[in-house]
């Protein structure tokens, strides 16, 4: 049965669907509502809920719940996820699966509280230093958001990563029809040893360089730490240890790369000029792509549902057969970077950008569509 769903309210839904039963956050617009609804959802499963005294508290409690065995969760906004980027380094750094959510809001600071924006797409990326691993999903309708959210919890667990999952406040507050039964639900579990407590070594890499996680409490002794590490946990700055471990972090998630990366697409099949576009955008340029259809344009889509890893070949094999990208995202040009880094002069790059805390229309997408057919031609 199909019931109309707030876009956060399916992001708390499908956390429950996917077995997290620990949520640690503080209230931040425009997630605060993923907050509430944990807090009503979580006690009827047997879960905890917590409200934290600040975000940086906040990602540590879900580590900690994470190493202990349970699915967790957290969810912020532009500053809170800035708070949060030195836990998130460790969680990559020591391989503890966590979700974070991030409804992206107007910057940089406290910016626009209320107003939609895209510009944490590079923070999501390198928010952290030094050489990480992650996984960020980018859903553009409620229905999208129930998916890639339990899609994150399979892709942390499995890989055991940060998974995050980056939408616009648009999404976060718009309310759709959709039939939560219909939607597909990720499966994904954590390695576990296969051997006893006394064998276990916490960071000796499986077949697929994924380690396999104890839990706290249940027999296995072993130290997390933020420093680089041996095979055992313990602390090291030996460059063979060091250089194979920032190799092994990066490699797990390349080789998972075809279950990891998603994009959807509208239209491309004989697209001259394909637009790039995600989350709010590119529920606009659907709706461009279609009129500019109506007026003989020969537009598509290409959507990515996955940033990072960002989809390199797709896009690559696109750019070798258009006239030209056109990017258009809600910042001043994060995701366009990556697409000239593809495309690598194969076509013409054209920025469609807005940073003014209201949505790209697609009369915006419409009109540079119109401007690079007439560069072309």
């Known amino acids: 049965m199909s019931q109309l769903v707030q876009g956060n309210e399916a992001c708390a839904r499908a956390a429950i669907a996917s077995g997290c039963r620990f949520f640690a956050g503080?209230?931040?617009t425009p997630s605060s509502e993923i907050g509430e609804s944990?807090?009503?959802?979580?006690p009827d499963v047997g879960g905890v809920f917590v409200q934290m005294e600040d975000e940086i508290a906040s990602l540590g409690a879900v580590?900690?719940?994470?190493?202990?065995?349970a699915r967790a969760l957290t969810a912020t906004s532009g500053p809170g996820f800035t708070l949060m980027q030195e836990h998130i380094g460790y969680a990559a750094l020591a391989e503890i699966p966590c979700v974070v959510v991030d409804v992206?809001?107007?910057?940089?600071?406290?910016?626009?509280?209320?107003?939609?924006?895209?510009?944490?797409?590079?923070?999501?990326?390198?928010?952290?230093h030094g050489d990480h691993p992650v996984v960020a999903l980018a859903p553009y309708s409620s229905a999208e958001v129930f998916e890639l959210t339990s899609r994150a919890f399979a892709l942390s667990e499995r890989l055991r990563v940060p998974a995050l999952v980056l939408y616009d406040e648009v999404i976060g507050h718009l309310r759709e029809r959709v039939d939560i039964a219909d939607v597909p639900l990720a499966r994904g579990e954590r390695?576990?040893?296969?051997?006893?407590?006394?064998?276990?070594?916490?960071?000796?890499?499986g077949p697929d360089l994924v380690p396999p996680l104890a839990d706290f409490g249940r027999g296995y002794r072993f130290h997390v730490t933020g420093l680089t590490h041996d095979e055992r946990g313990k602390p090291t700055d030996d460059p063979a240890i060091v250089g194979a471990l920032h190799r092994r972090l990066q490699e797990k998630v390349v080789r998972a790369r075809d279950d990891v990366v998603s994009v959807a697409t509208v239209a491309l099949e004989d697209a001259e000029v394909a637009i790039v576009a995600y989350g709010v955008a590119a529920r606009a340029a659907e709706r461009a792509?279609?009129?500019?259809?109506?007026?003989?344009?020969?537009?598509?889509?290409?959507?990515p549902r996955t940033l990072w890893p960002f989809p390199d070949a797709e896009l690559r094999g696109l750019a070798s057969r258009v006239r030209a990208l056109v990017v258009a995202e809600m910042n001043l040009g994060q995701l366009l970077l990556e697409v000239e880094r593809v495309a690598a002069g194969r076509t013409h790059v054209e920025p469609c950008l807005r940073a003014d805390g209201t949505p790209l229309t697609p009369e915006d997408i419409g009109t540079a569509i119109g401007e690079v057919i007439g560069a072309a031609v």
């Open 289 to 303: 792509v279609s009129d500019a259809r109506a007026r003989g344009l020969r537009a598509g889509l290409f959507r």
């Open 191 to 205: 390695p576990r040893p296969s051997v006893g407590p006394a064998a276990y070594e916490a960071y000796a890499p």
């Open 26 to 28: 503080y209230p931040i």
């Open 38 to 42: 944990m807090a009503r959802l979580l």
């Open 104 to 128: 992206m809001r107007g910057g940089p600071s406290t910016g626009l509280p209320t107003r939609p924006s895209q510009g944490d797409v590079m923070q999501a990326r390198w928010g952290t």
């Open 63 to 69: 580590l900690g719940a994470s190493l202990g065995g």
